[in-house]
DNA sequence: AATGCATATCTTGCATACAATCGACCGACC
DNA sequence: GGTCGGTCGATTGTATGCAAGATATGCATT
């Protein structure tokens, strides 16, 4: 039997994150409860939990909303990814096993499949992909601080999760960047990986300020579900 | 009225860094709730939070424990807290206003004298008016997630808190540092600002790592309140 | 005597009842 | 007519009762 607070806390995470409860949408305990099948208590915990990765911030006797965040916001966000994918890129490269790195390897190959135009794109498949690849090197890294901060910082409401907000050129240098990351932690060079790394995560981070800029191609709030 | 929680929380923060519970000791609910004349819900939610902020460690149906670090703990904290203190000086830098600056060399001073040996000197003291001058730093770094994150990582049991352990060239080398910062700052130099707090970080890691493998002079210890 | 299992007890996890606080609405007074 | 104050409603914060899981202990069995 699973405990009923990571039932809620994953259901509200995701539910976060796929725009069920949209930016600046209240957060009642009570109606959680409900929806989820169980009592206030673990609800608690669950938008506790949630506050300190910053998915949901709480006020003092006036309940829970979900934060819009601003452009200074992704900023902030995005340099802190920077600075932390970068460090763990580092760390990894000094640690990582030849195994994980040909799993790296055939993940690019993968996600490079998954990103060639045509009726076999499957730009959802890609984001399943990348989150293994970026997964594998985050365990590397082998500091559950830095690993903590990270999903802190990372699984955050439309910062990631998506590639369609990517041109083909964008799917064109991620892929380059994987490639290369691998390349760099199979040399176990720990400034090449950082610097790789450091360089992936501002190309994304132009992605979603450009796209945040001129809001069109954005699809994120259509989803339902 | 604050919330019992709150009182919770500092009051089992303030216990647990002051050594009342030391590493290993066992905390029970039942138990804090009866010390701190409150019931079990607010202790849960505390709990919760010092989780995350890796005070103390709880496992599902186990209870919460006071985490004992290991030396291999140690030295990735303060690998973080180099990271993060680091970028926070960097941001500082083109940030920070003259009249902050100003306030950090005094303090400086201040920490000078109660730094020089003799009657005079007031370790303790240090330590309050350390933790105003990092503060102007990280306020000045103007990043809500960067100041949480390095929150969490830098205000650890025997991590801080004292200068007891610092040696008369530990402590010139310190006041050497924050000067510097301090000038660092006021001529906007991210890059010397982020160099000098890297280096001021690594002097404090190395003195703790020192005071760990011939532990001596610890005197954490041996405090009872 | 040692090991495995069952049980007893203690602790945490969850649910619900009660209290405190905040915001909104309405009325009175200026 | 506008503004200030009070009361009401709703929601969060706290306390406690109950259930489920885990560890420890003791007995039976090999």
């Given at each position: 039997m699973v405990r009923a607070v990571d039932r809620v806390y994953a259901r509200l995470r995701a539910d976060i994150l796929d725009g069920v409860h949209p930016p600046g949408g209240r957060l009642g305990e009570a109606e959680?409860?409900?929806?989820?099948g169980s009592s206030r208590t673990p609800v608690r915990e669950a938008l506790r939990r949630l506050?300190?990765?910053?998915?949901?911030e709480v006020l003092p006797h006036r309940g829970a909303r979900v934060?819009?965040?601003?452009?200074?916001d992704l900023e902030e966000i995005y340099d802190l990814?920077?600075?932390?994918?970068?460090?763990?890129?580092?760390?990894?490269?000094?640690?990582?096993?030849?195994?994980?790195?040909d799993r790296m390897d055939e993940l690019c190959g993968l996600m490079e499949r998954s990103a060639a135009p045509g009726d076999g794109q499957d730009l959802d498949r890609i984001a399943e992909l990348n989150a293994e690849f970026h997964g594998?090197?985050?365990?590397?890294?082998?500091?559950?601080?830095?690993?903590?901060?990270l999903n802190a910082v990372v699984q955050l409401p439309l910062v990631t999760r998506t590639f369609h907000r990517y041109s083909p050129d964008d799917l064109a240098r991620s892929a380059a960047h994987h490639r290369e990351?691998?390349?760099a932690l199979r040399a176990a060079d720990g400034t090449w990986a950082e610097s790789v790394m450091r360089a992936h995560v501002l190309a994304a981070k132009a992605v979603l300020l450009r796209a945040v800029d001129r809001p069109g191609n954005d699809d994120t709030e259509t989803?339902?579900?």
């Open positions: 959680l409860a409900g929806q989820t506050e300190v990765e910053g998915l949901v934060p819009d965040l601003t452009p200074e990814r920077m600075l932390l994918e970068g460090a763990a890129a580092r760390r990894a490269a000094t640690r990582i096993t030849p195994k994980d790195v594998i090197v985050r365990a590397a890294a082998a500091s559950v601080r830095l690993v903590s901060m990351l691998a390349a989803r339902t579900s």
